[in-house]
């Protein structure tokens, strides 16, 4: 092959590299592991990391994922395909694109959906970028207190540059919610309401929504999918429905897997496509008249608008967002709205054993799977008793709020069972009672 | 076209293994409850596995046939890369579980950035960005925090060549500069001149890849980095390309003050039909305290082996912040772990010698079959441009009919149309992990299409004929929007 | 036909990751040790994937098309059944490791030993036999066992009915009886003339599927009971068609001493592309000391819990022996035991119930299409046979052609020319995971071949059309034997 | 669907069974559990049984699967198709199939291969049949001693009602392997060499062969074929080859999961084809003269032949075989030629480490990957000893031969590094000085 390629040696294949730029060393790289080898690294370290029954949610959350999801994920031909730009060798993605699209826009019964972006919280600043988009005359962006701060810190890296004015909203302290009087609409571009939202509490969406769009302002919903087979749809909160939904897609069949990968889903009103960021698969016919699909309004992306594009994002999260198609067809609507049920209940059955404790929650809202709780004591030291009982407690809020220190977010799906809830009510009862660390320590 | 799933759902279906019995919800305000179930398809598990089993077979891919798209990287997925990041334990960590639970992934996130610093030549990395473009995000945000933290307000444009991929004006745009094209040479390099005559105190900096997208090594990169950052610019290192040169020369050592690595390129992690990928990003040392979080620090522990802990806000203040609400996309980054642990530090600069071995035998042997390059005079990287100009003025077929007729032949077609500078353009990459017999197999159809092209010029230009479909009608599909399926219209 | 994996080996090439490294080895005598390296095919992982990838994608298979095979119960394999199976702990679990080290995994197997004996209604089963006609060969070799325990050696002669299966009379044989056939009569029963005719002092026992291989249940199954044992002969269940029944009767109740379970049928194991299978055996009381080792016992600990342990020889000095080196095919046992959890008690009288509800349904609809049935007047179980003579009669078209060209119309054939003894059948099992859609969707593609072969015989006869190849030589391939690729003759 | 049927209800459907059949309970069924939760079940059974330092062979061998292999298998068009009966829309099956008799046949130098048996053992008792059918006159086989005693007890189980005899071997106590001289092969069928035998000694193949072959006498060869990566083939034993090779496919890419599915294979000369049992795959052309694949020569089999069929199988271990093409082709001849050579490199790396202790194998022949050695002490205490501290140290030959009761049958692969031996060894050195039970004890 050098011969045919006309060079004496690899070396010649570099030659029109400047010499000096070519002393390389790489001795922080290690040497090479054969595949053995790298299995026996990688399966230590992960037996290391142990398995925990885990009540912490706060953002990304433990369900039950059938088993045909990820076989079907990683078949090569989804696994291994690029972006389906030759559109007649990507029928596969594309119509799963076109599938995803309309049940995410079901789900949050929206018009249009694009094809998936990175994850919750970049979905929701690009959200705020296109409601910017939108209005045209305000940047201004109103984000409640309450909202995952995550979530926040994204929002203001990614729109900081653009000028856009981002208002925090504070939450009744007794209820965890936003209330909808006195909200400073006037002049604001758009209001971004989260439900659940951060703690777990179920805001009065409906009352939100109306205030917002009697002041001509955008209502961005910021949702977890799963609580949508129980909560209604941001397209049926108050009388219009908000305009854009955006969440955190992890919850629909991809696993925590440490943060990621995981996605960003976006859906709006037919009128907004236009202004919509990342790709979107569209059904149109080929020259039989054959309905095929096809990457569709690419004048929006950056391929094709560059400095004038919606946003700057080209690879998405495909794979995932492949797994959680699976995993919503295979759920179908009776099994979302049993698995939110059964959350819920669990929740519910959770605290139910809690109560003996004294241990209540925090906030009067209700709440969908995730609740604030108050110990009574530092969360990281109840926390750690319970850690070694096995359980991950939850998340110590003192982490985002000093006056949240004692207080526990914690989160129970489905994938508990009761003994799971009896063993949660045992750690945290040896916690505050001294007990378990005194166990350790003898 | 399938049925769509929605088309095979009836009433009441349900695989019924899956789900929880359910319960009844009383405690909740009524108004906020939906009032219908939500409408998703409903299917038995058959259904659903048969459905999509059947749609991801007619998926190209690279695990079913050769797919040279230029600028892609379409190289092959090492296997056990998925298996091992697909390990329960990892699967199952929370990512705000305490880190006393994640020293095994902590492990392995921190010896990557290590091993991207090495490759890339840069002071730090840190892992955060979800893909190349957030990657340029970061890179330029980092990029205007410095010349902010330095009080310089006038810097307002960013200079892109005109070869440039489009998520570098996107990117910044989206960082609130302007953006400034820089022509290229007859040779295929930056227009030296025209780049001296656009650099000033306005500019903040340069974004290039190198090699660029036009398939050759920038030859006076230093030259480019003199008069940037004689302007007071900085210099942004697109790494899409990063796999012609890894283990060869760093970027670093070429001047660069910022790279993104796109590690599903140059570090073979799934493209999985339009992503996930990472986006790491690396910065000199002047950059450091900008690079966005979280990052991992390994710390040593008191048994003295390596403790390892997030980085966030508190422990990088002047940080350009979060891009995720989490830790960016871990499963990726685990993959690209385990191929450099599997290339290790001789394997790397075997990435680039046979990825620009195959690009040049492939050039090579097209140019011998009657194929016009668009650089003749230059060596190409791991990638090179074939131009069909002539063969269109002559035949009335362009690239894009030529690309679909190469689907009929069962390999995916280059990359058409970009860079926009070169008319009727092929893009072609061919990877280091194909064989001299798949190349020479794309040789002969790419000749075989040419010949069709010039004696049955028809049959090419309604090219396919052999997929599940005929060309599509791209414009309809702007024109009559159909992006959701409905129940009402469509059953 | 794809190239061989043979034909894309090129000298030198290596899937460099995968093996270690090495070593020189001096201390075995030279003449042991092979003198060149084994003719195996040298390619890169690539290259591997792709090939398989690729071959598998020629496959009709039940996740990707309807497969309504008689007797062979395609039904779907649920996926956690595989997960599970392969958890990494059942994967590592070495077969002589510890009994301590194999509780759960006993523990499992204990149970599935449980619930087959529940629906079979047997005394006892052991797992041990790793397909249907190992457990046929099993299950007669306990026969005759238990007639030698008796001191009757005088029973030389197995009984099967002319419908039954070729495992049968082939078991017959290898353990070492006479096969004498009996016929059926007009509706498809046993003919219990011929029955009480040829019952003697030599006959060992009868060996019987009930619903039979003609797709109906035979009712006077209470008197072939008797008549059997009347002979002192023993009754051997063919389990093969348990999932029309399961749930619904109990072989042991219908007079049974043996029965073997297909669990690759009734207990949805996958095929895999011709195994493997699992074919435990039950028996009636006085079999137990005779079932083949190891079976799985569970005593109770000192802790109060059950302890699991294998069953050998030294247990059960009179069983048949073993079957296998170690102990079946436990994988797939495991997945059976996953499936028939996951069915519990009443789901299994629902795959009875449905799968013979999608039988009747698809015979009464193919009827009215203008198909004629083997047996109008029956019911049918889970399956059922149409008969194409009178088209072959007036056609020329065989059941072999219009077998053929279903799978143009992409679904599987139903089973052909089995059973023997009816001209031209199609022998049709829809199985209950398939939904009345897909039935309709097969109904109409029978209807469309009839049509076909009345109108145009030539393109039926001359199936398939489609497929990758077309008709294959069958008579080419006996006579012209190539069952081995060689590299001489064929580069 | 009861309607189109003609029935008014599913009862109906079950009309012809007669009633005092139908009165069914299944109690000892248990009630159904939900994927999630039977996945929680197993997941927890799975946990109990743990992962060890496993150094037993004995007949099933841990060895590294590339993680390419189960992914391919499991695809469901592999996975779920049935035994390729309809050759036209089964190719992907049987040019594998093909290809897989091709490796097999290669790999023990022999011309013809089926495509599989269902393991090991029972493929020598297939062998030992098609042998006597082979050669007509005789039904006496020569059995070594050293064959591993399950392959003898299941030889005896599936041969004895056709009236084969089977003679048994007797070894040399010094070296543990079969002489040459002196065996009683006058009127024998045929002779069966197993290389290596079941204490991993290698036996002098070349002469047995030939003194068989002499005598007029088959030679069955069961073989490890990872050995063979390193050893020679069957069909190089002697001047002639032996006539029939039989073995266990497990340690080509299956995994020991409890103990199957594995599956035999079967290689003959071209002479003998017609008397093997099991399916095999042929290549033809089709009606273009296209070359295609079918199984072929199905007169020998049961569904065709019947009573006179060369076997009663039918089904067979075909995905187990799927497994072990893929992996003969990822490891190709360098690949598995180097596996067997670490495999052996690691055994006397180990009996480097033990000689220290005293300890040193039990016979003189040379081994493969495994060794008889004698730890003189009772065999269970001193296993009981070392599994306290994680590691299964080998196979009790206590339990098949009064004699060895002091003896291991130790098994070392690939998978196993310097630091898992070295760990072998204090576990050892700890067992055999009493130490590690006494810590238990304290
Ligand atoms: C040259 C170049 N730059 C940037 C990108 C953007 O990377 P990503 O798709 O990961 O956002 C790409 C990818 O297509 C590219 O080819
Ligand atoms: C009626 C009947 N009996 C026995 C068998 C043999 O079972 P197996 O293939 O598992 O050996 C079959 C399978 O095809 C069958 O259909």
């Given at each position: 092959m050098l011969d045919a390629a006309g060079?004496?040696?690899?070396?010649a294949l570099f030659d029109e590299i400047p010499a000096q730029l070519k002393q390389v060393r790489l001795e922080r790289v290690p040497e090479a592991l054969n595949e053995m080898q790298v299995t026996r690294l990688l399966q230590e370290r992960a037996a290391q990391d142990g398995r925990w029954s885990s009540f912490i949610g706060a953002g990304a959350y433990e369900h039950y994922i059938p088993a045909a999801v990820w076989q079907l994920v990683t078949r090569g031909e989804f696994y291994s395909a690029y972006t389906p730009y030759q559109a007649e060798a990507s029928q596969g993605t594309l119509q799963l694109l076109y599938e995803y699209q309309s049940m995410i826009a079901g789900l949050t019964g929206l018009d249009a959906a694009n094809a998936s972006l990175y994850d919750g919280a970049s979905a929701l600043a690009e959200a705020i970028l296109m409601a910017v988009r939108l209005h045209k005359s305000s940047r201004r962006i109103l984000l409640p207190a309450n909202l995952h701060p995550h979530y926040a810190a994204v929002a203001r890296a990614l729109t900081s540059s653009q000028g856009v004015e981002l208002i925090e909203l504070s939450y009744d302290?007794?209820?965890?919610t936003i209330t909808p009087d006195a909200l400073p609409l006037d002049g604001a571009a758009a209001l971004v309401i989260a439900q659940p939202n951060a703690f777990g509490g179920l805001e009065d969406v409906h009352a939100l929504t109306d205030r917002a769009h009697a002041h001509g302002v955008l209502v961005i919903a910021v949702v977890n999918p799963v609580s949508l087979g129980l909560l209604n749809a941001p397209g049926e909160w108050g009388t219009q429905g908000a305009d854009i939904a955006v969440g955190e897609g992890q919850p629909l069949g991809v696993p925590l897997s440490g943060g990621g990968p995981y996605f960003g889903f976006m859906t709006c009103k037919a009128a907004h496509i236009r202004q919509m960021p990342g790709r979107i698969a569209g059904r149109t016919v080929d020259l039989d008249g054959t309905p095929g699909f096809t990457l569709t309004l690419q004048a929006r992306e950056q391929h094709i608008r560059r400095s004038k594009a919606t946003s700057n994002i080209c690879t998405n999260q495909g794979l995932a967002v492949t797994a959680a198609t699976i995993h919503m067809a295979l759920l179908g609507p009776a099994g979302l709205q049993r698995v939110a049920q059964t959350c819920h209940a669990n929740l519910l059955a959770l605290l139910e054993r809690l109560q003996p404790l004294g241990v209540r929650p925090r906030f009067s809202a209700s709440c969908f799977h995730e609740v604030v709780i108050d110990v009574g004591a530092p969360a990281p030291a109840v926390l750690a008793a319970m850690r070694a009982q096995g359980v991950l407690g939850g998340f110590d809020l003192g982490q985002w709020s000093p006056e949240l220190s004692s207080s526990l977010l914690v989160c129970v799906t489905e994938t508990k069972t009761m003994a799971d809830l009896d063993h949660y009510a045992q750690a945290l009862a040896a916690a505050l009672s001294g007990r378990s660390s005194q166990e350790r320590a003898s | 076209m399938n049925r769509l799933i929605f088309e095979r759902s009836r009433t009441g279906r349900v695989s019924a293994q899956l789900a929880p019995a359910g319960a009844v919800v009383d405690d909740i305000p009524p108004a906020l409850l939906r009032a219908a179930p939500p409408p998703l398809p409903e299917a038995a598990e058959l259904d659903v596995v048969r459905h999509y089993t059947r749609l991801s077979q007619k998926n190209f891919s690279i695990d079913t046939q050769f797919y040279p798209l230029g600028s892609c990287t379409m190289k092959y997925n090492p296997r056990a890369a998925n298996a091992l990041a697909m390990l329960p334990e990892f699967l199952a960590?929370?990512?705000?579980?305490?880190e006393a639970t994640g020293q095994g992934l902590l492990a392995c996130l921190h010896e990557l950035q290590e091993i991207l610093c090495e490759v890339s030549g840069m002071a730090g990395v840190s892992l955060a960005p979800m893909a190349g473009a957030q990657g340029e995000f970061a890179g330029v945000a980092m990029i205007r925090a410095w010349h902010r933290s330095r009080?310089?307000?006038?810097?307002s444009e960013i200079i892109v060549p005109d070869?440039?991929?489009?998520?570098n004006p996107a990117t910044a745009t989206m960082c609130g500069y302007a953006v400034r094209e820089v022509p290229t040479d007859r040779s295929g390099n930056v227009d030296l001149d025209r780049l001296r005559a656009a650099v000033g105190p306005q500019t903040a900096g340069l974004m290039l890849t190198n090699p660029s997208t036009l398939g050759v090594f920038e030859q006076r990169i230093l030259d480019i980095r003199d008069i940037v950052h004689g302007a007071g610019g900085l210099l942004y290192y697109?790494?899409?390309?990063?796999n012609a040169i890894v283990g060869k020369v760093k970027p670093g050592a070429m001047g660069f003050d910022v790279i993104h690595m796109n590690l599903h390129k140059t570090f073979s992690t799934p493209h999985g039909g339009g992503g996930p990928g990472a986006g790491p990003v690396g910065v000199a040392e002047r950059l450091l305290p900008f690079l966005p979080i979280p990052m991992v620090a390994c710390e040593a522990g008191s048994d003295g082996r390596g403790t390892y802990r997030w980085l966030t806000e508190a422990d990088r203040p002047q940080s350009i912040g979060r891009l995720s609400a989490f830790m960016g996309n871990v499963g990726v980054l685990l993959r690209a772990y385990v191929y450099a642990r599997m290339l290790g530090r001789k394997g790397m600069a075997r990435v680039a010698e046979f990825a620009t071995l195959n690009a040049n035998y492939l050039m090579v042997e097209l140019a011998r079959a009657g194929f016009d390059l668009a650089y003749p005079a230059r060596r190409a990287s791991h990638e090179f441009i074939v131009t069909l100009k002539r063969l269109k003025d002559e035949t009335g077929v362009s690239a894009m009919d030529f690309a679909k007729r190469l689907l009929d032949k069962g390999v995916h077609a280059p990359t058409t149309y970009f860079p926009l500078l070169v008319p009727e353009c092929l893009l072609i990459e061919p990877t280091e992990t194909e064989s001299k017999e798949t190349l020479d197999a794309f040789v002969a159809a790419m000749k075989a299409v040419l010949e069709e092209a010039r004696t049955q010029p028809d049959l090419v230009k309604s090219a396919p004929h052999t997929m599940p479909v005929r060309r599509l009608d791209d414009v309809r599909a702007a024109r009559e929007l159909d992006v959701v399926w409905k129940k009402s219209t469509r059953t």
């Amino acid at each position: 092959m050098l011969d045919a390629a006309g060079v004496g040696g690899i070396d010649a294949l570099f030659d029109e590299i400047p010499a000096q730029l070519k002393q390389v060393r790489l001795e922080r790289v290690p040497e090479a592991l054969n595949e053995m080898q790298v299995t026996r690294l990688l399966q230590e370290r992960a037996a290391q990391d142990g398995r925990w029954s885990s009540f912490i949610g706060a953002g990304a959350y433990e369900h039950y994922i059938p088993a045909a999801v990820w076989q079907l994920v990683t078949r090569g031909e989804f696994y291994s395909a690029y972006t389906p730009y030759q559109a007649e060798a990507s029928q596969g993605t594309l119509q799963l694109l076109y599938e995803y699209q309309s049940m995410i826009a079901g789900l949050t019964g929206l018009d249009a959906a694009n094809a998936s972006l990175y994850d919750g919280a970049s979905a929701l600043a690009e959200a705020i970028l296109m409601a910017v988009r939108l209005h045209k005359s305000s940047r201004r962006i109103l984000l409640p207190a309450n909202l995952h701060p995550h979530y926040a810190a994204v929002a203001r890296a990614l729109t900081s540059s653009q000028g856009v004015e981002l208002i925090e909203l504070s939450y009744d302290s007794r209820r965890g919610t936003i209330t909808p009087d006195a909200l400073p609409l006037d002049g604001a571009a758009a209001l971004v309401i989260a439900q659940p939202n951060a703690f777990g509490g179920l805001e009065d969406v409906h009352a939100l929504t109306d205030r917002a769009h009697a002041h001509g302002v955008l209502v961005i919903a910021v949702v977890n999918p799963v609580s949508l087979g129980l909560l209604n749809a941001p397209g049926e909160w108050g009388t219009q429905g908000a305009d854009i939904a955006v969440g955190e897609g992890q919850p629909l069949g991809v696993p925590l897997s440490g943060g990621g990968p995981y996605f960003g889903f976006m859906t709006c009103k037919a009128a907004h496509i236009r202004q919509m960021p990342g790709r979107i698969a569209g059904r149109t016919v080929d020259l039989d008249g054959t309905p095929g699909f096809t990457l569709t309004l690419q004048a929006r992306e950056q391929h094709i608008r560059r400095s004038k594009a919606t946003s700057n994002i080209c690879t998405n999260q495909g794979l995932a967002v492949t797994a959680a198609t699976i995993h919503m067809a295979l759920l179908g609507p009776a099994g979302l709205q049993r698995v939110a049920q059964t959350c819920h209940a669990n929740l519910l059955a959770l605290l139910e054993r809690l109560q003996p404790l004294g241990v209540r929650p925090r906030f009067s809202a209700s709440c969908f799977h995730e609740v604030v709780i108050d110990v009574g004591a530092p969360a990281p030291a109840v926390l750690a008793a319970m850690r070694a009982q096995g359980v991950l407690g939850g998340f110590d809020l003192g982490q985002w709020s000093p006056e949240l220190s004692s207080s526990l977010l914690v989160c129970v799906t489905e994938t508990k069972t009761m003994a799971d809830l009896d063993h949660y009510a045992q750690a945290l009862a040896a916690a505050l009672s001294g007990r378990s660390s005194q166990e350790r320590a003898s | 076209m399938n049925r769509l799933i929605f088309e095979r759902s009836r009433t009441g279906r349900v695989s019924a293994q899956l789900a929880p019995a359910g319960a009844v919800v009383d405690d909740i305000p009524p108004a906020l409850l939906r009032a219908a179930p939500p409408p998703l398809p409903e299917a038995a598990e058959l259904d659903v596995v048969r459905h999509y089993t059947r749609l991801s077979q007619k998926n190209f891919s690279i695990d079913t046939q050769f797919y040279p798209l230029g600028s892609c990287t379409m190289k092959y997925n090492p296997r056990a890369a998925n298996a091992l990041a697909m390990l329960p334990e990892f699967l199952a960590h929370h990512p705000l579980a305490p880190e006393a639970t994640g020293q095994g992934l902590l492990a392995c996130l921190h010896e990557l950035q290590e091993i991207l610093c090495e490759v890339s030549g840069m002071a730090g990395v840190s892992l955060a960005p979800m893909a190349g473009a957030q990657g340029e995000f970061a890179g330029v945000a980092m990029i205007r925090a410095w010349h902010r933290s330095r009080g310089d307000h006038a810097r307002s444009e960013i200079i892109v060549p005109d070869a440039a991929h489009g998520t570098n004006p996107a990117t910044a745009t989206m960082c609130g500069y302007a953006v400034r094209e820089v022509p290229t040479d007859r040779s295929g390099n930056v227009d030296l001149d025209r780049l001296r005559a656009a650099v000033g105190p306005q500019t903040a900096g340069l974004m290039l890849t190198n090699p660029s997208t036009l398939g050759v090594f920038e030859q006076r990169i230093l030259d480019i980095r003199d008069i940037v950052h004689g302007a007071g610019g900085l210099l942004y290192y697109d790494g899409a390309n990063l796999n012609a040169i890894v283990g060869k020369v760093k970027p670093g050592a070429m001047g660069f003050d910022v790279i993104h690595m796109n590690l599903h390129k140059t570090f073979s992690t799934p493209h999985g039909g339009g992503g996930p990928g990472a986006g790491p990003v690396g910065v000199a040392e002047r950059l450091l305290p900008f690079l966005p979080i979280p990052m991992v620090a390994c710390e040593a522990g008191s048994d003295g082996r390596g403790t390892y802990r997030w980085l966030t806000e508190a422990d990088r203040p002047q940080s350009i912040g979060r891009l995720s609400a989490f830790m960016g996309n871990v499963g990726v980054l685990l993959r690209a772990y385990v191929y450099a642990r599997m290339l290790g530090r001789k394997g790397m600069a075997r990435v680039a010698e046979f990825a620009t071995l195959n690009a040049n035998y492939l050039m090579v042997e097209l140019a011998r079959a009657g194929f016009d390059l668009a650089y003749p005079a230059r060596r190409a990287s791991h990638e090179f441009i074939v131009t069909l100009k002539r063969l269109k003025d002559e035949t009335g077929v362009s690239a894009m009919d030529f690309a679909k007729r190469l689907l009929d032949k069962g390999v995916h077609a280059p990359t058409t149309y970009f860079p926009l500078l070169v008319p009727e353009c092929l893009l072609i990459e061919p990877t280091e992990t194909e064989s001299k017999e798949t190349l020479d197999a794309f040789v002969a159809a790419m000749k075989a299409v040419l010949e069709e092209a010039r004696t049955q010029p028809d049959l090419v230009k309604s090219a396919p004929h052999t997929m599940p479909v005929r060309r599509l009608d791209d414009v309809r599909a702007a024109r009559e929007l159909d992006v959701v399926w409905k129940k009402s219209t469509r059953t």
